[in-house]
């Protein structure tokens, strides 16, 4: 369970917050995901609903900003982002490539309010 851990660790982060923030409720919670990135909302809210239940983050609702990876091709050095179904250089052609980034999951911001 993949995203089970992910979200809890997405929790804890948020209630230490709030409680740095004189004990505040969690309201929102901004996360960046990455497009290579195996996580799917649906399961991160489902469990943040679960595992939030009885906290300061009781309700909070999770924004989702999926952000593009990169990859760099190692024949042309040409740096793109990913066409639907091809990871191939939109330049050469090439099948070789260097990806940056794309498997990111954090939290960009958090809104809390006492
Ligand atoms: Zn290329």
């Known amino acids: 369970m993949h995203e089970m851990a992910v979200t809890k660790n997405i929790l804890d982060i948020a209630l230490e917050s709030a409680r740095e923030a004189d004990n505040a409720r969690v309201m929102e919670i901004n996360l960046v995901i990455g497009e290579l990135s195996s996580v799917a909302d649906d399961s991160v809210q489902f469990y943040f609903d679960a595992l939030s239940k009885d906290t300061a983050a009781e309700g909070a609702k999770l924004n989702f900003r999926r952000i593009p990876a990169f990859f760099q091709c190692t024949a042309c050095k040409h740096r793109y982002k990913r066409k639907e179904n091809t990871f191939r250089c939109p330049r050469c052609g090439a099948d ?3 990806c940056e ?7 960009d911001s958090l809104v809390v309010e006492n």
């Open 96 to 98: 070789a490539k260097i």
């Open 101 to 107: 980034g794309g498997t990111e999951f954090y939290i």
